[in-house]
């Protein structure tokens, strides 16, 4: 055993504090165009980056060597856990989690100096001094809040607690680090609005700095909250994906502002408008993912998702302070130069339609977030005790995701600055009949399907609104679907409106083209476009899989061994209890885990006269916790619906077990969903336009080099 | 060469070098050990580049003309051009599309070709200082290094084409 780790990791925490203030000190420094001081705060950069590597192997290396003397290990690990989970206990806890988000951040600030090599000369200083702002706070959150390294006060216990057997599930290795991805990417697009705020260059340059991060961090964003409905469904049980959990709704909230300032971006590239709104919506974005940090691990609402709680929250406050008061400052400091150069001309505009869909986005996430906070607040203010529950949610949730839906397939239908009567009529023909059609046809067919247009809701609140809700929440299935062809329809007529284009171009240049070979190029030359229009296709599929749960079918039935139920299309009969290890029925594999108690409840599953093979929902009652056995789900996944069963007891004498039963639809489009829209931003991300390719930027770098030669030739020192 | 040049030059590889070493010692003597061979890699990696970040601070030398090159960027204006002319290039677009009317895209056109038009003289015209160093240069260059007379067939060897 290493016996200074415990010390030897919190003096490299030391380290990184005292690198990230000298690259901050420095980088400040640098921003007076002293070319050499800049060198230096890059190299200063790389240096921070290189000791939070550091510090996260370290304690890899107590976590897979079993060092009980580490708090954090001997609170999130135990000698029976395998390497993958001993690696995924890095981020278990509190501590460890900060130092993953410090060290994701340290990949981010590596990656980003890397690439601003020969560029953005100017705001380089000023991005590399934020980053190490945001790194230093993480740092100071460690060392004086929650250290990693520190020891347990009574001494290294034998064996340590284990790690929470809920976050024993493979989504839960992936989920984490894509969501902190996610996090941890917003900041910076945020370092780059400082840094443009600061130096006072406003104009496209720092857009365009921004962009493909603020892509990136969108994606990983998406990635890391479905990845976290992945792990609800599959780990919690409760026959659902999202809950409207406090902590499920932080992690969303930056998604909703990301997506908006995606959109608003392109307004202020192509008018000049925006200014003001865009920064506030990085500096928003990017303060929301400190909030959602802060809420997952101040304590302050509790939650399923809450595993480590805790008193750092007054750092937090502190922080979440300085990021607001610094970005409010810099605005109103440059507020003149924010002013907008155009206006909106008229509604049937795709700014127009842009703006509304950023305050449908912004205006949901304001409503999430309210409503998150809104029980603890009538605690703190009015002493009463509210619970605001998935139904009060659903029902102001569901009609502004249908208005950012509607606006997302209307958008692409408008031009910018103007568009005419008649230009819009012939624009909007295809996906009219498209959607009265689709309409139509479910109106009549779905109820017969299985999938009626009309889905009976109660009236959940009193009044004219109650009424509009309630009717709204009725006609929710058809007012999707319908949607949803809509979204379809306007991004295949735009795919074969620029194919249309693209095949004339090439006839009137008498090249010919095949149709697929012009569909590649067409999409190559506008990666931007039409990557945007794969992510629109993803999104649709996720809305499809979101409506699923309209028609989703839930049964809680107690059954004998031999007895049978159906639900939807599914026959269902038990065939018994069965307790592993020691059962001759269970696997080897199954008799080998000695570290808990599984107990299964299989079914045989059948649908029609076909048989599907068998289901086998359990409680696992672990040795280290047995208090609280978890609930694994019998699954059987399906393009159209998935068979969801949980088995809520088994008794072992009388052999009865209590079972509940899901038939959800649509829920694997939800996932594929996710997968294209992975496509569509991996297009879109693609580089356009390279610097190289730039004509003045080839001479100036050619001359330069010429006249360097030239001097060495001559025999001339530089 | 030098070893210290070598070393330097060497640099882009260094990364694989660990990589490399982590993954034989994690193979021949497990996790832990490519971890902690991970850890002195990155420890080492952490002080030299702390230690050059320190040499810069102190360095009065004048950048060399590759560090001057990773600290340049392209100015302002020739962002400008770029961004105006994928703004036409989207316009063109939306116009072959009929997203908007001939009138309002030949308004537009104009607008965006003029500022474009403005954009490239002006860089033309920061450019000329430089067009015409790099000229001089390379006429004094052409007339102390005479251009090396073509090899006539006779010249070459066995099998050269």
């Given amino acids: 055993m290493w016996q200074s780790l415990p010390e030897f990791g919190s003096l490299v925490l030391y380290a990184?504090?005292?690198?990230?203030?000298?690259?901050?000190?420095?980088?400040?420094?640098?921003?007076?165009?002293?070319?050499?001081?800049?060198r230096s705060a890059r190299l200063g950069a790389y240096a921070t980056s290189a000791f939070v590597g550091l510090a996260v192997f370290m304690l890899a290396y107590a976590f897979v060597t079993h060092d009980f003397r580490l708090r954090y290990v001997a609170h999130y690990s135990d000698r029976s856990m395998s390497l993958g989970y001993l690696l995924a206990a890095l981020w278990g806890g509190q501590d460890g989690s900060l130092l993953w988000w410090s060290s994701l951040l340290s990949v981010f600030v590596a990656i980003c100096v890397r690439w601003m090599r020969g560029r953005y000369r100017v705001l380089q200083p000023v991005v590399i001094a934020t980053l190490m702002a945001v790194e230093g706070f993480f740092v100071v959150l460690m060392l004086f809040a929650a250290n990693p390294?520190?020891?347990?006060?009574a001494g290294a216990p034998a064996e340590g607690e284990g790690l929470n057997p809920l976050l024993q599930n493979y989504w839960m290795i992936v989920h984490p680090p894509a969501l902190y991805t996610g996090f941890v990417g917003c900041s910076i697009p945020f370092a780059f609005a400082v840094a443009a705020l600061v130096t006072g260059r406003l104009h496209?340059?720092?857009?365009?700095a921004v962009r493909k991060w603020m892509l990136v961090a969108w994606l990983a964003l998406s990635i890391g909250n479905v990845l976290g409905m992945v792990w609800a469904y599959e780990e919690l049980g409760w026959g659902g994906f999202w809950a409207w959990d406090p902590v499920e709704n932080a992690a969303c909230l930056p998604w909703f502002t990301a997506t908006a300032y995606l959109h608003s971006t392109m307004i202020q590239e192509r008018r000049g408008m925006l200014k003001v709104w865009n920064v506030f919506l990085i500096g928003l974005t990017f303060f929301l993912t400190i909030f959602g940090t802060f809420l997952t691990r101040s304590g302050l609402i509790s939650s399923v998702h809450s595993f480590a709680q805790s008193d750092i929250g007054i750092y937090f406050v502190w922080f979440m302070g300085l990021v607001l008061a610094t970005t409010t400052g810099l605005v109103i400091w440059r507020l003149p130069q924010l002013r907008g150069q155009g206006r909106i001309e008229t509604v049937l505009s795709r700014e127009a339609a842009f703006v509304l869909n950023n305050w449908a986005l912004v205006g949901l996430m304001f409503f999430i977030l309210t409503a998150t906070l809104f029980p603890k607040l009538s605690e703190l203010v009015w002493r009463e005790t509210i619970v605001v529950g998935p139904p009060f949610f659903n029902r102001w949730a569901a009609p502004l995701g249908l208005l950012v839906f509607l606006l997302m397939g209307c958008a692409p239908l408008f031009g910018w600055r103007r568009t005419s009567g008649r230009t819009l009529r012939k624009n909007f023909v295809a996906p009219a009949i498209a959607m009265l059609v689709v309409g139509i046809l479910h109106i009549t067919l779905g109820a017969r399907l299985g999938y009626p247009a009309f889905v009976a809701k109660d009236q959940t609140a009193p009044g004219i609104l109650g009424i509009i809700t309630q009717k709204l929440a009725t006609s929710a299935p058809l007012i999707t679907i319908v949607l949803a062809a809509l979204n379809v329809v306007v991004i295949a007529q735009e795919v074969v409106l620029g194919l249309r284009a693209r095949l004339a171009a090439s006839r009137e240049r008498q090249?010919?083209?095949?149709?697929?070979?012009?569909?590649?190029?067409l999409v190559g030359k506008n990666r931007r476009r039409y990557g945007g229009y794969v992510v629109h296709l993803g999104i649709t599929a996720m809305f499809i899989g979101f409506l699923g749960t309209a028609w989703s079918l839930t049964r809680e039935i107690s059954l004998s061994p031999g007895q049978a139920t159906s639900l939807g299309d599914f026959t269902?009969?038990?065939?018994?209890?069965?307790?592993?290890?020691?059962?001759?029925a269970c696997s080897n594999e199954e008799n080998a885990d000695t570290t808990k108690r599984m107990v299964f409840a299989d079914l045989q599953v059948k649908k029609g006269s076909k048989s599907l093979g068998r289901l086998s929902p359990a409680k696992f009652i672990?040795?280290?916790?047995?208090g609280s056995p978890t609930t694994e789900v019998g699954m059987m996944r399906g393009l159209l619906s998935d068979l969801y069963v949980v088995v809520g007891s088994a008794n072992p004498e009388t052999k009865r077990a209590e079972f509940q039963i899901h038939v959800n639809p649509?829920?694997?489009?939800?996932?594929?969903?996710v997968l294209v829209l992975i496509l569509g931003t991996a297009v879109s991300i693609w580089p356009e336009v390279s610097w190289g390719a730039l004509g003045v930027w080839v001479l100036t770098r050619t001359s330069l080099r010429l006249e360097a030669e030239s001097r060495v030739a001559r025999g001339e020192s530089s | 060469m030098n070893p210290e040049e070598w070393l330097l030059k060497a640099r882009p590889f260094w990364p694989l070098l660990l990589l490399f070493c982590v993954v034989l010692g994690g193979s021949l003597y497990g996790v832990a050990i490519a971890l902690l061979i991970a850890s002195g890699g990155l420890l080492v990696l952490g002080l030299v580049l702390a230690w050059m970040s320190l040499g810069e601070l102190t360095n009065e030398e004048p950048l060399s003309l590759d560090e001057a090159l990773e600290l340049a960027a392209p100015?302002?204006?020739?962002?400008?051009?770029?961004?105006?002319?994928?703004a036409l290039k989207d316009l063109e677009q939306e116009h072959r599309f009929g997203k908007i009317t001939d009138t309002e895209f030949a308004l537009e056109s104009a607008r965006m070709r003029q500022q474009a038009k403005r954009l490239l003289a002006t860089l033309d015209e920061s450019a000329k200082a430089r067009k015409a160093l790099v000229e001089a240069r390379l006429k004094r260059l052409m007339k102390s290094q005479p251009v090396p007379a073509v090899a006539t067939s006779g010249d070459r060897e066995p099998g050269e084409t």
């Fill in chain 1, 16 to 38: 990184v504090l005292i690198s990230a203030a000298y690259t901050f000190a420095v980088a400040v420094a640098a921003s007076r165009d002293r070319l050499r001081w800049l």
């Fill in chain 2, 75 to 86: 100015e302002r204006r020739e962002q400008e051009k770029a961004s105006v002319l994928r």
């Fill in chain 1, 204 to 208: 496209e340059e720092w857009l365009l």
């Fill in chain 1, 511 to 521: 090249a010919t083209e095949s149709i697929p070979l012009a569909l590649v190029r």
């Fill in chain 1, 149 to 153: 390294f520190a020891v347990s006060l």
């Fill in chain 1, 572 to 584: 269902m009969t038990y065939t018994g209890p069965r307790v592993c290890p020691g059962s001759p």
């Fill in chain 1, 666 to 673: 649509f829920v694997s489009w939800i996932w594929m969903g």
């Fill in chain 1, 622 to 626: 672990y040795n280290r916790m047995p």
